[in-house]
Each structure stands twice: as C-alpha cells, then as structure tokens.
C-alpha cells in the first residue's frame, strides 16, 4: 500500500510548459459499471486530437511528441515552447539553467484572466487552495514581464514552470477547479507524477491498453531532456497523477501498482505529497 506522505512531484525545472485540457466532463448518468467513467479525467489539451507525432533528439535520447493546431504537445497537456523543442532537435539548450530555472522567483506568480473566460471562479478558487497549501503567492500583474493568463482553451493545459513573458493556462469549460489547480501545479514546475523517473519502482504501465497517440503520456519526464527531482516517494494521491484508466483505449488500466491493483485519480485538491514537493521547490 504506498501511501505516501511525501510525494513527489517531481519537479522541473528547466523549460516547460503544461496545459491541459479536457477535464472532467463526468456525465451523472454514467452505469454504474463504468466507474472510470464517473472519475475525474487526466487533462488534455486538445481532446481527441493526437495530430502528427514527432520524433527529436535531445542528448541522444529519442522523444516523442504530438504537433496540433501548431501546438507542441507533450503527455497530453504540456505544451512545450518552441525553444524546448529545438532543444529537442539537438540544438543548444536555452540557457544554462538547470534545476532553478522555470521557478517563480521569490515564489510569486504574476497573473491575469482573461475577461472572455466563463467561470472564473475555477480559477480564483484553485489560486486560494494553492495560497492555503502552499508558499505560493499569486499576485495580480501589473507591468511585470513575466506572468501566467488564465484563457479559454480547448482542453486544460499549461506550461511547465515559467517559461519567460506571457505564458497560458488554457481552459476549456469541462475544466474544474481541480484540473485548474493540476494545471497550476505545471506552471509551478509540476511534472504528472507517473513520469517520475523512479516509477517503475511503485507501478507497471500497460502499453497495450494505451489510447493510440497517448503512449508519450506516460513516458518520464527524463526522456525528453528536462532536468528534475521526484521528492520522496509516488505519491499515488497526488493531484498530478494519472488514474488506472486514464486515455484507456478499451476500458482495461493503463497504470496499475505494482500488485496490480488499480487506484483513482485524485482532483480534488493538493495531497501531503504535493504539498511536501512544493515546500522542496519553493
Ligand atoms: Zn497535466
């Protein structure tokens, strides 16, 4: 049984960018033996589309990403900036900077919202979970350069960390304040969970059940060249971890512990292990 107190977020660093998307969507009238169906969903960016999968290299580690509507995407809802991608290509990195960089400097998060976004209640509420749970300050911009906009999206996603200037958290009208607060953990510097660079230890990934096109979901965050922590142990109730049947193609897990026992997603709120990850960080 991991119940971990301390998890992980396995924290980032160097470039990022996460959005989500689609989140949950539950439909109340779901049978009753569809349970995944009932649960909270991982977020996508763009729901549905898996547009042209792209190969790059990046210190001779092949990676794979997922190019839609001019979108880098990465795991579904991290959306990887141009930058990062040339990275990908085997060009220099931007910078030198290592595992501090992408942080929110003195743990303040500049942010607007954008007037056309409908309840943003999604997103006042999760910047009041994450000011309750966390160091984390989020101050409403004014000149500074460097800053989040909460915006309509097709799905939940966001950058990983900050990236540097205006960067989104893109939100689509099924994403709650769960997602939003998911979606905040990457702009905060959030990998999911399950790409930990230790998963293997706490869980088995079965490809074979994975929706065509998603497989780059569960692939570690190590494979695409960013530079990380995973504070204590896979922290299974983390906001920022997938569920068993998240982008199941045929109902079957995709992400199992272990013993092979299934789990829930969890999009409620910030677990100890998320909160434990931040405090590492910031
Ligand atoms: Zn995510």
């Known amino acids: 049984m991991h119940k971990t107190q301390f998890s992980a977020a396995a924290a980032l660093v160097f470039f990022g960018t996460i959005s989500l998307t689609s989140c949950n969507r539950d439909n109340e009238s779901q049978p009753a033996q569809l349970t995944q169906t009932q649960e909270a969903r991982a977020e996508e960016a763009y729901p549905g589309q898996t547009g042209e999968t792209k190969t790059g290299e990046f210190s001779g580690s092949p990676i794979t990403y997922q190019e839609i509507n001019g979108e880098k995407v990465y795991e579904g809802d991290i959306l990887l900036t141009a930058e990062q991608v040339a990275a ?144 204590g142990v896979l922290d299974f109730g983390s906001i920022m971890m997938y569920g068993s049947f998240s982008f199941s193609s045929n109902g079957q897990p995709t992400i199992v512990k272990k013993d092979g026992s299934t789990f829930n997603i969890q999009r409620t709120g910030l677990s100890a292990g998320d909160k434990s990850g931040i405090d590492a960080m910031y």
């Open 88 to 231: 990908a290509q085997g060009q220099q990195r931007p910078g030198s900077a290592g595992r501090t960089t992408g942080r929110w400097p003195s743990a303040v998060v500049y942010y607007t919202i954008d007037a056309a976004l409908p309840s943003q209640n999604r997103v006042t509420d999760a910047i009041a979970h994450w000011q309750a749970n966390s160091p984390i300050r989020f101050v409403q911009r004014t000149t500074q350069s460097n800053y989040v906009t909460f915006r309509v999206g097709s799905g939940c996603s966001s950058n990983i960390g900050m990236v540097g200037g205006r960067q989104y958290v893109n939100l689509a009208s099924g994403c709650t304040t769960g997602n939003t607060i998911h979606e905040i953990g990457h702009a905060l510097g959030l990998f999911h969970e399950q790409t930990r660079t230790d998963r293997d230890n706490y869980v088995t990934i079965l490809t074979q059940n994975i929706q065509s096109g998603y497989e780059g979901n569960f692939t570690k965050y190590s494979a695409l060249g960013y530079s990380g922590t995973d504070f």
